[in-house]
C-alpha cells in the first residue's frame, strides 16, 4: 500500500493487477518512473489469471500474422526463462492433439502448416500406434495425433505473484479494494476517481481484463466489447496423474473446439474447459451441465480418469471480445494505453505485451530510462510437484523446523510456508490469497482434516478475525 | 533425532488412531519388540480427539468415554505397553519392502521394519468430490472439519445450516452445529428414509426440531463471500427449490486415505477402496498390512479397534513364523449393489473366515444374503435389517460351505 501523499501524481497508473497489469508493472519498474496498480479486488491475479488452463503455450495455433501470435510466441521464451530464474514450477510435458475422427484427422495437416506460419516447426505427426505408446490411458478411436513438444504447464499464481513482488520489492505501489470508477484528463494528468479516494497520473495502463472495456468507456473509447467467456474445469486427484504424460489437447473443428486433459504442476489433472458466453462478469459458478458434459468427453478421452476422485471444480471468465485478436492501442496524445481482450494466451504472453506497451509508451513520449541497479528477480516458493518442495529439503528444514511442519496434509504445505506467504511484501489477507501462494487447502480433503487449522493459523499471522477471513464479516 | 535420522524397527504403525493404537498395544502384547506409530497430525489420538459426545470404548475398553478421553486412554495404553509415538511426522513415501521415508520438524527420515501397518482412516468426500456445481465461498464444511472448527479451534460457524446425509454422523453434525448455536434447517438425503436409528431422527424431530428431508438432492451452492443459498432438488419430481442458508455441512460418505496403499502398489479393493486384505490385514504387497477404517469405511472407533487388534495377531504371528501369506493363496469376496461393500474382503484357504463386515449404499427389501462361486449358489443366510451406511454383518461360518480353491466368492441380497 502507498504512503504516498494524495496529492502524488504518478508517471504511471496501471488498471488492473491480473497477468498483465502486474507483468507491466514489472517492466515498467525497470526505469525510473513512479508506477500505481489499482486493483478492484483484495490480491493479485485475483480474477481471469487466476482460473485458467496454466498452459504455457507456444504459440502454434494462434492466427498467423495476429499479434497476438507474435506476443505469444515471444512471450513463450521469456516466461520460460523468467520462470526458471525465479523458481516457477515449469513441466516441460509436451502437447499431443488427439484426432478422434475423419475430420479430425484431415486437420491435423493444416495446423502443422498454421504452426510453421506461428514460428513453431517442431510439430510432428503421429501415427494411432505412435499416440497409443505415448499414452497408454486413452480411449477407444484415437485415429492419429499431432505431437507439441514445446507445450508445457507452469504455476500461473507464482507467475503473477513473481511479477507483483519484482514490482513491489522495486518501488511500484499496489493498491487493492481500489475500483475506478471514472476518469478524467486535468492539464495533462489523468484523475482516477476510486473508492479509496482520488488516484492522479500522467499516462494510464488500461488492464482490466474483464472490465477493459469498461474502462475503455471511462476514457471515452469504444473500440471493443468484452463478453466473459465462462471456462468450468474439474481438477482429479493426483492419483489420476500417472494416466497420462503430456498435454491432451482436442483438435479445434468447425464444429467444437473441444476440451483438453492436462496435468497441473501441482500433479493433478484438469479436463476442461467448456466455453459458454456469459453476461455477469462475476459468474464463475460451475454448472451441472457444464460439469456433465465435461465427464462425458473426459470419460471418452482418458476413461479411467473419470474414475477418479474429483479435488476440485472452477470456472474461470476469459475477456473474449468480438475480435480474434488482443486489443492492444496507444491512442495518441492521451497519454492512455489500453490492453484489452487479452484472451487465455495472456499468461504465456504477459511478458512480451508488457515489453510491446513499454515500447508504445515510449513511441507516445514516455521517456523511459533504465534504473542504475535493475530489480532483482525473486525468490518463489516452490509449489510445483517436480521442484523440491520444503517438507522434502532437509537444509531447509534444518534452518528452520517450522518447513518440517505439515499443516496442509493433502498438498504438503508446511506452517513455515503459510508464515512466509502471510507476512513480508503482498502477504496473503485472506484465504484464496494463501491458496494460491501455498496451495494449502486445495487438497483433495478440501479442508477436512486441516481447514480449522489453517484458518486459526491464518487469522493468528494476518491480524485478520476467522469470522472476517470465512465471509462472516468482522 | 538428527537429520536424516534412520529408524528400524519391528513393525511400522502409519496412523495413531483407534486402530492404529490399538494394533500396535496388542503388538506389543504378543512380543512385537520394536513397534512405532507414526501421526501426522501433533497430537496422537485420531478422529475421536475432535468428537465431544460420549460412547466411545463401549466394545474395546469396556467402557463410556467422550471421545478426547477415550483417544488418552488409548495413547497412554500405548505408552505405558512400550510403543513409540512419533506426532507431527508424516511418511512422505513408501517402498513395497516396506522402507519409509518421513519428515517432521527435525528433518528428513528414513525408517526400516519388518513390517507396516497402515492405519490411515478414512475422511468424507467433500463438496467438490461430490460434483455439487455452483460458486465456491466459505461456509462449506465437512462433518470433520466442523467438529475441528468447533471443538479444537472454537471458531465461528454462521447461523443457519444444512447437513447433506442423514445418517449416524449426520445427526452428530446436527449436535456440534447446535453447540455452536448454528440453527440446522434440515438434514437432507436422496434416499427415501434416514438411516440412523430411529429414536435418533425422532429426537432430532421432536427436541430441536429438525426435519429430515429425504428423496432431496443438492444440486448447487451459491453465494460469492459466503454461502448465500442452497439448491435442491425432489429427486422424483426433479422440481427444483432454494433453500437460504449460510452454512452447509456434507456428512458421510467415506472415502479411505488411500494414497500411501495406493502408490505403493497395494490392489485396492472397488467396494471399499481400501487395500484389499484378508482378516489379518494381510495386503497383495507381503510386507504390507492394513487395518482400521482404511479397510473398511468406517465402523465406529471401538469396532475398528477391535478389528485392528485381530490384525495385530495375526500379524505378530506372521513375524514369527515369516513372510506372510500372498496374496495367491487368498480368495476375493466381492459384493453386487445394493450392497457396496464387504470386510475382510480376501479369505485365506485354509483359515476359517471370520465375522463379515458389510454395508449397502441403498435400502433393500431383502435381508438374504446369498453367496455365489463359478456361478454357483453355495450359501444363504438371514441378515438384519439392510439400511445403507449402516453396520451389517453375518459370522464367517456362513462361507463354511465354500470352496475357497473356486475363485472369487460373490455376495448379494436375494428376494
Redesign the interface.
Known amino acids: 500500500m502507498t504512503n504516498d501523499a494524495p496529492d502524488t501524481v504518478y508517471d504511471v497508473a496501471v488498471i488492473g493487477a491480473g497477468v498483465v497489469g502486474c507483468a507491466l508493472a514489472r517492466e515498467l519498474a525497470r526505469y525510473e518512473v513512479s508506477v500505481v496498480v489499482l486493483e478492484r479486488s483484495s490480491d493479485v491475479g485475483n480474477g481471469t489469471s487466476k482460473a485458467n488452463t496454466a498452459i504455457l503455450h507456444t504459440g502454434f495455433d494462434c492466427v498467423p500474422g495476429s499479434l497476438e501470435s507474435t506476443l505469444v510466441s515471444r512471450g513463450y521464451h521469456l516466461l520460460g526463462a523468467y520462470a526458471e530464474a525465479a523458481g516457477i514450477a515449469v513441466e516441460r510435458t509436451g502437447g499431443l492433439l488427439v484426432a478422434w475422427d475423419d475430420e479430425q484427422h484431415a486437420t491435423l495437416a493444416s495446423l502443422q502448416e498454421k504452426a510453421v506460419k506461428n514460428g513453431y516447426g517442431a510439430t510432428r505427426i503421429l501415427s494411432a500406434a505412435e499416440v497409443r505408446d505415448r499414452e497408454p490411458n486413452l480411449g477407444e478411436g484415437v485415429r492419429a495425433g499431432l505431437e507439441v513438444p514445446g507445450e508445457s504447464i507452469i504455476c500461473p499464481w507464482s507467475t503473477v505473484l513473481a511479477y507483483a513482488l519484482e514490482a513491489a520489492t522495486a518501488g511500484v505501489s499496489f493498491l487493492f479494494d481500489t475500483l475506478v470508477s471514472s476518469v478524467t484528463r486535468l492539464e495533462g494528468v489523468h484523475v482516477l476517481a476510486t473508492t479509496r479516494g482520488e488516484v492522479r497520473s500522467r499516462w494510464l495502463i488500461n488492464a482490466a481484463g474483464l472490465f477493459s472495456s469498461d474502462v475503455d468507456g471511462l476514457c471515452n473509447h469504444d473500440d471493443f466489447k468484452v463478453t466473459p467467456r465462462r471456462g468450468e474445469l474439474v481438477?482429479f486427484d493426483?492419483?489420476a496423474r500417472n494416466l497420462i504424460t503430456s498435454i491432451i489437447l482436442p483438435v479445434p473443428t468447425q464444429r467444437t473446439k473441444g476440451v483438453l486433459v492436462a496435468p497441473t504442476v501441482y500433479g493433478n489433472v484438469l479436463l476442461g474447459p467448456t466455453a459458454d458466453d456469459v453476461e455477469d462478469p462475476?459468474a464463475?459458478?460451475?454448472?451441472?451441465e457444464?460439469?456433465a458434459r465435461l465427464f462425458e468427453a473426459g470419460a471418452k478421452i482418458v476413461p479411467k480418469l473419470v474414475g477418479e476422485?474429483?479435488?476440485?471444480?472452477?470456472a474461470g471468465l476469459r475477456a473474449a471480445t468480438q475480435f480474434q485478436d488482443y486489443q492492444i492501442r496507444a491512442h495518441e496524445g492521451e497519454a492512455y494505453v489500453c490492453v484489452g481482450g487479452i484472451r487465455s494466451t495472456g499468461l504465456t504472453a504477459s511478458m512480451a505485451i508488457a515489453d510491446y506497451v513499454a515500447g508504445l509508451l515510449r513511441t507516445e513520449g514516455l521517456e523511459l530510462k533504465e534504473r542504475f541497479a535493475t530489480p532483482a528477480t525473486p525468490n518463489m516458493a516452490p509449489l510445483g510437484e517436480q521442484q523440491r518442495r520444503r517438507?522434502?529439503d532437509?537444509e531447509a528444514?534444518?534452518r528452520d523446523?517450522?518447513y518440517?511442519?505439515?499443516v496442509c496434509?493433502c498438498e504438503?504445505v508446511t506452517r513455515g510456508e503459510v508464515r512466509d506467504a502471510t507476512t513480508g511484501v503482498l502477504g496473503a489477507r485472506d484465504?484464496g490469497a494463501l491458496r494460491r501462494r501455498t496451495r494449502a487447502l486445495n487438497g483433495?480433503?478440501?479442508?477436512?482434516?486441516c481447514?480449522?487449522?489453517v484458518?486459526?493459523l491464518l487469522s493468528q499471522l494476518s491480524g485478520r478475525s476467522?469470522?472476517a477471513?470465512?465471509?462472516?464479516g468482522s | 533425532m538428527t537429520r536424516d535420522d534412520k529408524i528400524d524397527c519391528d513393525v511400522l504403525v502409519v496412523g495413531a488412531g483407534p486402530a492404529g493404537l490399538s494394533a500396535a498395544i496388542e503388538l506389543r502384547a504378543r512380543g512385537v519388540q520394536r513397534v512405532v506409530v507414526v501421526e501426522r497430525e501433533a497430537q496422537a489420538g485420531g478422529v475421536p480427539r475432535h468428537c465431544h459426545h460420549t460412547g466411545f470404548g463401549l466394545r474395546d475398553l469396556h467402557r463410556s468415554l467422550a471421545g478426547p478421553r477415550y483417544a488418552d486412554e488409548l495413547c497412554r495404553r500405548a505408552t505405558a505397553s512400550g510403543v513409540r509415538i512419533l506426532t507431527g511426522t508424516t511418511i512422505t513415501s513408501l517402498e513395497n519392502n516396506g522402507d519409509a521415508r518421513a519428515t517432521n520438524a527435525s528433518g528428513l527420515h528414513v525408517i526400516t521394519s519388518r513390517a507396516v501397518l497402515l492405519a490411515s482412516g478414512a475422511r468424507e468426500r467433500p463438496r467438490s468430490a461430490r460434483l455439487v456445481a455452483g460458486d465456491r465461498p466459505p461456509g462449506v464444511f465437512t462433518t470433520g472439519q466442523l467438529q475441528q472448527w468447533v471443538n479444537v479451534k472454537n471458531l465461528p460457524v454462521g447461523s443457519r445450516a444444512l447437513v447433506i446425509g442423514a445418517e449416524h454422523v449426520s445427526f452428530s453434525a446436527m449436535l456440534t452445529l447446535r453447540h455452536a448455536h448454528v440453527r440446522t434447517v434440515a438434514l437432507v438425503t436422496d434416499l427415501e428414509n434416514q438411516q440412523s436409528v430411529a429414536s435418533y431422527a425422532f429426537a432430532a424431530r421432536m427436541l430441536f426440531g429438525v426435519p429430515v428431508w429425504t428423496r432431496t438432492r443438492v444440486i448447487a451452492i451459491n453465494g460469492h463471500e459466503r454461502v448465500r443459498e442452497v439448491v435442491l432438488e425432489d429427486v422424483a419430481t426433479r422440481k427444483r427449490r432454494v433453500e437460504a442458508v449460510d452454512v452447509v455441512v456434507f456428512s458421510g460418505d467415506w472415502i479411505p486415505d488411500n494414497e500411501l496403499a495406493r502408490r505403493v502398489g497395494v490392489e485396492i479393493d472397488p467396494g471399499t477402496l481400501g487395500p484389499a486384505s484378508d482378516v489379518g490385514g494381510r495386503t497383495s504387497v507381503a510386507s504390507i498390512y492394513a487395518a482400521g477404517n482404511l479397510v473398511h469405511p468406517v465402523e465406529t472407533a471401538d469396532v475398528a479397534a477391535l478389528r485392528a487388534r485381530e490384525v495385530a495377531r495375526v500379524l505378530a504371528e506372521d513375524l514369527k513364523r515369516g513372510p506372510s501369506s500372498s496374496l495367491f493363496e487368498q480368495i476375493a469376496l466381492r459384493v453386487e449393489a445394493p450392497l457396496l461393500w464387504v470386510w475382510p474382503n480376501r479369505v485365506e484357504r485354509a483359515a476359517p473366515v471370520s465375522r463379515l463386515a458389510l454395508r449397502a449404499k441403498a435400502f433393500s427389501e431383502s435381508r438374504l444374503l446369498v453367496a455365489r462361486q463359478a456361478g454357483e449358489e453355495i450359501a444363504r443366510e438371514r441378515v438384519g435389517k439392510v439400511v445403507p451406511n449402516r453396520a451389517l454383518s453375518v459370522e464367517g461360518a456362513f462361507l463354511a460351505a465354500a470352496d475357497l480353491g473356486r475363485g472369487p466368492v460373490t455376495l448379494s441380497l436375494r428376494a
Open positions: 481438477v493426483k492419483l462475476f464463475t459458478a460451475t454448472t451441472e457444464g460439469i476422485e474429483v479435488t476440485a471444480m472452477y517438507y522434502l532437509a528444514i534444518e523446523p517450522e518440517g511442519q505439515i496434509h504438503r484465504l483433495r480433503c478440501q479442508g477436512f482434516y481447514g480449522a487449522e484458518v486459526a476467522p469470522a477471513l470465512t465471509g462472516l
